[in-house]
């Protein structure tokens, strides 16, 4: 076993890279709250039977993706796949189906598959997701699209296509499925072989099977949006009028089925073309039977993830600059034993202050204090030696200007705030 390597599937963030998250996850909880969202944090593991149940046993998630185990006491305990069924399952046990609806909620996970890993594929991935409960209206589904359309483009994201579908209602879903079936049964032979076992297991993943042969084979496959009952087509059609109202450009693509079987009527995703393969940023749609299939009460829901590490590919394809990490704004520089007390006590009084500072602790010479004070973009540089000490008075350099100033002591923390610090 190799200890100094993280499991593969798995990475570190580096401080460099955490800044970034760090801004994605605010303007993602900022856009959510000016929504009315209000954050969910639920357990990193579940019981095993919550996303059997959820997600489906035919689903590539349950058949071979999670990660179970059997803790010491004997119970069946899974890593969340996903965010969606445990929010469902929050929902129920803290009855927020008895407060005021709808109920909306956002999160911040880490999900955990067992994949390949490859570009924008990993063991443990982090997701950004929504989730609402309590309404069937369409212009909800709209407002769930527009938070992550509106969410991209205020990151600076170009060029992401939404699409749009729906998978109808257990009603028309079931007359739908027979006409598939009859279609599929004539060309079975054609398929690939992960469709072969699809034919009996889950015949709709086969129209979003990524083999070629599979898609020309199916050209000619009874499309489920023309197979909409009365009510999921009004809703589809509603749907699209107010996405037309938001100014949305979308796209309908009846192949979209999602991998996940607790999705009814809507269906979407948001596809960037600049990462690869893998290359769904955000996937999600509505659920109006999965707070019932977990054993509440009957209720409508729809929601959406978002993949953080495919959303930072994008952002970095697209050559998005995202605010840097500045350490620190303020480096201490102190010539000699006497100021580097002096330096301690002063950097604490700085800190104390609400000023992000810094101070040399390997004992360089002045010329490597500045040096590295500079690297890392230090807006000031505030000098003390003992001449200072002797004087009550710091040296202060605007190191963009290049300016130097002598401050009193006890007047350098307003100096340096009336300096922008
Ligand atoms: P894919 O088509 O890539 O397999 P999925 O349909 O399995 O995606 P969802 O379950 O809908 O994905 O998850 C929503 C989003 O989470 C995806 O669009 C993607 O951005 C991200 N995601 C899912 N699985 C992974 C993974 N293994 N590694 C990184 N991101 C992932
Ligand atoms: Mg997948």
């Not at 002045?366 to 000098?383: E, F, H, W």
């Amino acid at each position: 076993m190799i200890i100094t390597k993280a499991p593969r599937g798995t990475r570190d963030v580096l401080p460099e890279e955490a800044w970034k998250w760090v801004y994605l996850e605010n303007q993602f909880r900022e856009i959510c709250n000016q929504y009315g969202y209000g954050e969910i944090r639920t357990p990193t593991f579940e019981h095993t039977e919550l996303f059997v149940r959820t997600v489906g046993e035919t689903t590539d998630i349950v058949e071979k993706e999670m990660y179970t185990f059997k803790d010491k006491g004997n119970r069946s305990i899974t890593l969340k796949p996903e965010g969606t069924a445990p929010v469902a399952r929050a929902y129920i046990e803290n009855k927020l189906y008895a407060q005021t609806q709808p109920i909306k909620l956002f999160y911040v996970t880490p999900g955990f598959r067992y994949e390949r890993p490859q570009a924008g594929r990993l063991r443990e991935f982090h997701q950004f997701g929504i989730e609402v409960f309590g309404s069937k209206d369409p212009a909800v589904d709209a407002e769930v699209i527009s938070l992550a359309m509106l969410f991209v483009k205020r990151l600076g994201i170009k060029d992401l296509e939404l699409y749009i579908n729906s998978i109808g209602c257990p009603v028309c879903r079931k007359a739908y499925r027979k006409k598939l079936l009859e279609y599929i049964k004539a060309v079975k032979d054609k398929l690939c072989n992960t469709c072969k076992i699809r034919v009996d297991k889950n015949p709709l993943r086969i129209l979003d099977c990524k083999n070629e042969t599979c898609q020309k084979t199916l050209a000619d496959v009874p499309e489920i949006i023309e197979n909409l009952c009365n009510e999921c087509k009004e809703h589809f059609d509603s749907l699209k009028k107010h996405l037309s109202l938001m100014g949305f450009d979308f796209k309908v693509n009846p192949r979209i089925v999602r991998g996940l079987d607790y999705y009814t009527k809507t269906v979407f995703e948001i596809m960037s073309h600049e990462v690869g393969s893998q290359n769904t940023v955000c996937g999600g749609g509505r659920y109006d039977g999965l707070v019932e299939e977990c054993g509440g009460p009957p209720t409508p829901g729809i929601g959406f993830a978002m993949g953080i590490e495919r959303l930072l590919m994008t952002i970095e394809a697209q050559n998005i600059e995202l605010p840097k990490h500045t350490p620190f704004d303020v480096f201490i520089v102190t010539i000699g034993k006497e100021a580097d007390d002096f330096g301690v006590e002063f950097l604490y009084k700085l800190r104390e202050a609400g000023i992000s500072a810094d101070k040399d602790y390997l004992g360089r010479s002045i010329r490597s204090q500045m040096k590295y004070a500079d690297k890392y973009n230090a807006r000031y540089t505030v000098i003390i030696g003992d001449e200072e000490i002797k004087n009550g008075v710091l040296t202060i350099r605007n190191m963009k200007t290049g300016e130097q100033m002598e401050v009193k002591t006890d007047k350098a923390i307003d100096y340096l705030k009336n300096g922008g610090i």
